[in-house]
C-alpha cells in the first residue's frame, strides 16, 4: 500500500468529510420533514369530510346542488378569484394541462371551479372560465355560492383564505380537493398540479380494486380451488397440483443426469 | 490466459460494475426516503424494482460463479457454459434497464401478479421486463445443469450428497463443497423451473387475455425467489467451505452431521417458502404451518453446523487475517445473524406484526450485504491473491474490513429501528405521522456513504491483483 490515510492530515480530511455529511444527511432531511409533515397535516385534516350540499350558481344564472355534480360520479372542487394576481391563473391553467393530459374528465369525473370572493359574479366567473380556455368543456364549471356557504365549504374540504387588507389582494391555498358521494376522499396541495399526482388521485377516487382472487365463474386459467356451487364446499383444483411440478421434475432431471453419467464415471476409490 | 481463469476475471468484473450501480439506487431510495430530492419521487418504484432484481439476479450470478470455480478443483464444468452464462446474463440485464429506465416498469423485485399488468407503465415495458427474467432463467438454467452434469460425471448422487456419510461409512471423500453444491444446484433446477412456469402464465395471459390464479401465481413466485436469494447463500457457503481450511491450516472435511443437514436442506427448502404467503387468508391453513416448520427446518441446521463449524475452525488457529480470509469469516457470522432475524420473521405470530415493515428488508439485507456479498467478495479477493500473491498491507486491509462492515450494519440497523417502529416498508415518503422514518433514513445515508468508501477501497485493493492476473 502506498497512501499513508492515517496520517494526521488526511485524518483531519476524514472529519471533515465525515460532518460534511453529517449535515447534508441528518439536517437536510429533518428541514424537508418539517415542511412535508406541515403539507401532510393540512392534507389529512379534511380527509372523509363531509362536504355541506350548498347551492351553485352557474355563469348561465342555472342553479343546482352540489349533491347533484356528485350523484353519478366523483368532483373535484377548487377555489380562485378573479382578481387574483397570483396563483389562481397558473393553477387553473396547470389544471388544464394536466387534465388534457390524464383525461378522463366527463366519464370519471366532473371539476367544480368554485369562486371565494364575494364581488365575484356571473360575469367574473364566466371571464375567468374563458381566460383559462374551458368555457366550452361542459363538465368544467365555474360558479358561485352563497358567502356563508363559501366558509362552510372551505372549512370541510380543507381551503383557507385571508384578505390582505394593503394589497386588497386575498391570500389563499392553492388546492384541489376530490370528493365522492359528498365525502372528501384526496386533497391535492400546491400551485402545480402534476400529472403524477393527478392520476394518483383519480385511481384513489375510482377505488380501482385490483381483485387478488378470481370470482367463481370467471375465465381462469389453473385455479388452485374450485368452489363447488351445490354443495359450496371449497375443492382442489389443478393449481394446486401444478405447485409441485418443480420440485417434482428437478428430482427427476438430476436422477437422469446422474444415472445417464454412470457409464463414463471413473469409478472412485476409497481414498 | 486459460478460459476458466479469463471466465472468473470477468464474472468479477460484472460483479462490481453492478454492484456499484446497484448501490447507487438503494441509496437513491433511501435519499427520496429522507425526503431529500423530491423531484425525483417518480423514480422510487422503478429503482425499488432495479435495485431488487438486479441485486437478487446479480449475487446469485456471483455465487454461482465462485462455486463453479471452486468446483472445477475437483470436476470438469464446461467454460463454454460460463461464457454464455456471462453473455446470458448480459443481454438479459439489458432488457430490463430498458424496461425500468426507458419504461419506468415498477412491480418491484418479485413482480407480483397481477401488478406487471396494472401498473400504468407501458405494456412493452412489461414485456421486456418479462423478456429479462425469461432470457436470465433460461441461461441460468442451462448453467446449472452443466454444473450438475461435471458433478454427475465424477460422482453417484449417492455420493454427491453424501448418503454414504448418513449411513456411518467414511470415504470416498466428498469434498463439503461438492455436497453443498449439489443440493443447491439440484434444489436450484426445481427453483428455475417455477420461474420458468410463471412466465409461460404471464406471457399466456399477455396472448389470450385469460387471467391466471392469483394464489398458484403467487406460490410459484415465491417459490422461485425464495429460493434464488437462499441458493445463492448456500452456493457461497460452499466456496467458504472450501478455501477456510487453506487459512487455518486444519481440515473441514465433511461428515455425517454436515451430511445430514445438507440433505434435510434439499428436503424442505422447497417448502419453506409458505412464509412469504402468510398474510394470504385464502392459503390452506396447514400451508402455513408447515411454512413456519420447514423455514426452522431448512436454515437452521445448515446454519448451525456451518458457523459452529467455522468458530471450532478458527478458534486458536494461527490464521493470517487477510481481506478475503476477514471478508469471508464475517460473512459466516452474518449470515448466521441475518438467518436469526430471518427465523423470527419467519414465525408466524411475530409476522403478524412485523409483515411488510422494515424489518423485512431488515433481515434480507442482513445476510445479502453482511453474508452473502463478504463470502462472495472475500473469495473474489482470495481468488486475485492467489493468482498474484501480491504484498498484502493487512492494517490497510483491516481498515477496509472496518469500514464496510460499520458502514453495513449502521445500514442495516436503521433498517431494524424503522421496522420496531412500525416503518412500512416500500414506502417512496413517509407520511408525517411516521416521520421517524425518514429521519433513520438520512441516519442510514452516513452509513451507506462509509460502506460505499469501504467498496471502492475494497475494489481497489482486490482491481489491483484483478489487473495484475491478466498477464498470469
Ligand atoms: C449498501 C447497499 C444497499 C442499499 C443502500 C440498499 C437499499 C435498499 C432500500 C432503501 C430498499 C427499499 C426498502 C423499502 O422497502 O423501503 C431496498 C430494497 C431491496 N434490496 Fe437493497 N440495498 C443494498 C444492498 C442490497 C443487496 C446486496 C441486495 C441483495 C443481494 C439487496 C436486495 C434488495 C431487495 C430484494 C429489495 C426489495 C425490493 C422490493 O421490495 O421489491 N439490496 N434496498
Ligand atoms: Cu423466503
Known amino acids: 500500500m502506498t497512501f499513508n490515510f492515517t496520517s494526521l492530515k488526511s485524518r483531519t480530511v476524514w472529519i471533515k468529510i465525515f460532518l460534511l455529511l453529517t449535515v447534508v444527511f441528518i439536517i437536510a432531511p429533518l428541514k424537508a420533514q418539517e415542511q412535508e409533515k406541515e403539507i401532510l397535516e393540512k392534507v389529512s385534516k379534511s380527509l372523509y369530510n363531509q362536504v355541506p350540499d350548498v347551492e351553485i350558481s352557474l355563469p348561465n344564472n342555472q342553479k343546482l346542488l352540489l349533491s347533484e355534480l356528485w350523484k353519478d360520479k366523483p368532483v373535484l372542487i377548487n377555489f380562485f378569484y378573479r382578481e387574483c394576481t397570483g396563483t389562481c391563473n397558473p393553477f387553473l391553467r396547470s389544471l388544464k394541462t394536466t387534465v388534457e393530459k390524464v383525461g378522463g374528465i366527463s366519464e370519471d369525473y366532473r371539476i367544480l371551479s368554485l369562486s371565494f370572493d364575494p364581488k365575484d359574479g356571473p360575469r367574473e366567473v364566466a371571464a375567468m372560465a374563458e381566460a383559462v380556455g374551458v368555457e366550452k368543456q361542459k363538465d368544467w364549471m365555474f360558479g358561485t355560492i352563497k358567502p356563508i356557504d363559501i366558509q362552510k365549504i372551505s372549512d370541510a374540504i380543507g381551503f383557507w383564505y385571508r384578505l390582505d387588507s394593503k394589497t386588497g389582494q386575498f391570500d389563499h391555498a392553492s388546492s384541489i380537493t376530490a370528493v365522492r358521494n359528498g365525502k372528501v376522499i384526496r386533497v391535492l396541495l400546491g400551485s402545480l398540479v402534476t400529472p403524477t399526482r393527478f392520476r394518483d388521485m383519480l385511481y384513489e377516487l375510482k377505488g380501482t380494486f385490483v381483485p387478488t382472487y378470481s370470482n367463481p365463474g370467471e375465465n381462469v386459467l389453473f385455479r388452485c380451488f374450485r368452489v363447488d356451487e351445490l354443495s359450496k364446499s371449497v375443492k382442489f383444483g389443478w393449481g394446486m397440483l401444478i405447485l409441485f411440478i418443480p420440485g417434482f421434475c428437478a428430482l427427476l432431471i438430476a436422477g437422469v443426469l446422474f444415472h445417464k453419467s454412470s457409464h463414463s464415471r471413473e469409478p472412485m476409490g476409497l481414498s | ?472
Not at chain 2, 424496461?99 to 401488478?115: I, N, R
Not at chain 2, 412469504?276 to 448451525?304: C, E, K, N, R, W
Not at chain 2, 411475530?350 to 445476510?367: C, D, E, G, M, Q
Not at chain 2, 462472495?376 to 472496518?402: D, M, P, R, S, W
Request: aromatic share 16%; glycine share 8%.
Open chain 2, 1 to 472: 490466459m486459460n478460459l476458466a481463469h479469463k471466465n472468473t476475471l470477468n464474472w468479477i468484473m460484472v460483479t462490481f460494475v453492478l454492484f456499484i450501480v446497484l448501490l447507487l439506487a438503494g441509496m437513491f431510495m433511501r435519499i427520496i426516503q429522507a425526503n431529500m430530492f423530491s423531484s425525483a419521487q417518480s423514480w422510487f418504484y422503478p429503482m425499488m424494482t432495479l435495485h431488487g432484481v438486479g441485486m437478487a439476479g446479480l449475487w446469485w450470478v456471483a455465487s454461482i460463479a465462485c462455486a463453479s470455480r471452486v468446483l472445477s478443483r475437483y470436476t470438469a464444468p464446461s467454460e463454454c457454459v460460463s461464457r454464455f452464462a456471462l453473455y446470458g446474463t448480459v443481454l438479459g440485464v439489458l432488457f430490463l434497464l430498458a424496461s425500468v429506465f426507458l419504461g419506468q416498469f415498477a412491480a418491484g423485485w418479485y413482480f407480483l401478479y397481477p401488478l406487471p399488468f396494472k401498473g400504468g407503465w407501458p405494456t412493452w415495458a412489461t414485456l421486456s421486463f418479462l423478456l429479462s427474467i425469461t432470457i436470465l432463467g433460461a441461461t441460468w438454467l442451462v448453467w446449472i445443469l452443466d454444473l450438475l452434469r461435471s458433478i454427475a460425471k465424477k460422482y453417484t448422487i449417492g455420493q454427491a450428497l453424501g448418503w454414504h456419510y448418513i449411513l456411518g461409512k467414511t470415504g470416498p471423500d466428498v469434498p463439503p463443497a461438492v455436497l453443498i453444491t449439489a443440493v443447491s444446484l439440484i434444489a436450484g433446477v426445481a427453483c428455475l423451473l417455477s420461474g420458468v412456469v410463471v412466465l409461460l402464465f404471464f406471457y399466456y395471459e399477455m396472448l389470450t387475455g385469460v387471467a391466471n390464479d392469483a394464489l398458484l401465481m403467487k406460490n410459484l413466485t415465491f417459490l422461485f425467489g425464495h429460493l434464488l436469494v437462499n441458493l445463492s447463500l448456500y452456493l457461497a457457503v460452499a466456496a467458504v467451505y472450501d478455501v477456510f481450511p487453506s487459512y487455518t491450516g486444519r481440515p473441514w472435511p465433511s461428515n455425517k452431521i454436515v451430511a445430514i443437514s445438507w440433505n434435510s436442506v434439499l428436503v424442505i427448502v422447497l417448502l419453506a417458502y409458505f412464509h412469504h404467503l402468510y398474510m394470504d387468508f385464502v392459503q390452506p391453513t396447514y400451508f402455513q404451518y408447515v411454512g413456519q416448520i420447514a423455514s426452522y427446518m431448512s436454515s437452521i441446521p445448515a446454519a448451525v453446523v456451518t458457523v459452529f463449524g467455522a468458530i471450532a475452525l478458527v478458534y486458536r488457529a494461527p490464521v493470517r487475517w487477510s481481506l478475503g480470509f476477514t471478508l469471508m469469516f464475517f460473512g459466516l457470522m452474518g449470515w448466521g445473524i441475518g438467518g436469526i432475524g430471518a427465523v423470527i420473521d419467519s414465525t408466524i405470530a411475530v409476522n403478524s406484526k412485523l409483515h411488510n415493515t422494515l424489518w423485512v428488508p431488515a433481515h434480507f439485507h442482513t445476510y445479502m450485504i453482511e453474508g452473502l456479498v463478504l463470502m462472495v467478495l472475500g473469495y473474489f479477493y482470495h481468488y486475485c491473491q492467489e493468482k498474484t500473491k501480491l504484498q498484502e498491507n493487512l492494517y490497510f486491509q483491516k481498515i477496509i474490513a472496518a469500514l464496510i462492515l460499520v458502514g453495513g450494519y449502521g445500514f442495516l440497523l436503521m433498517f431494524y429501528l424503522s421496522g420496531a417502529h412500525s416503518i412500512p416498508r416500500r414506502f417512496a415518503v413517509y407520511p408525517a405521522d411516521l416521520s421517524s422514518g425518514a429521519q433513520l433514513s438520512g441516519i442510514a445515508l452516513i452509513f451507506i456513504s462509509i460502506f460505499l468508501l469501504g467498496l471502492v477501497l475494497y475494489i481497489y485493493e482486490t482491481g489491483r491483483r484483478w489487473v495484475k492476473s491478466l498477464d498470469v
